[in-house]
């Protein structure tokens, strides 16, 4: 077995410790609607993106933070106020989401209409 393929299939390849994470069911829509502004607070996140429950969020926030995408920052007020940003590393992660995006764009027709197929 080549290496290559060695690294692929076993867990410290970095298609399962990294892609995994930022290719997960929302990292990806969390880091795109935070690329909009500097910085964001929870809620504000949550209504940008209704259909997410506020723990999956949290978890999301979390795994991302944890991963270095995505800086937390809570201030000293009463009630204390948090607010999130994108890191250097999620920013320079944009470019391939857009790439993405417009790839989902273009193809979205095509796979919807593949899905919609009868199976004979």
């Not at 892609?19 to 069911?25: N, S, Y």
């Not at 320079?92 to 919807?112: C, R, T, Y």
């Amino acid at each position: 077995m080549s290496k290559q393929i060695t690294d692929t299939i076993f867990q410290d390849c970095p298609i399962r410790n990294v892609l995994a994470h930022i290719c997960g069911k929302w990292s990806l829509l969390v880091i795109y609607v935070m690329h909009q502004s500097e910085s964001i607070r929870f809620n504000a996140l949550n209504r940008a993106i209704p259909d997410i429950s506020q723990k999956v969020l949290t978890s999301t926030l979390r795994s991302l933070e944890a991963d270095g995408f995505v800086s937390r920052r809570v201030y000293a007020e009463v009630p204390p106020r948090v607010e999130y940003s994108l890191t250097d590393r999620a920013r320079s992660f944009i470019p391939l989401v857009e790439k993405m995006i417009a790839w989902a764009q273009d193809n979205m027709a095509g796979i919807l209409k593949d899905r919609n197929k009868k199976v004979s």
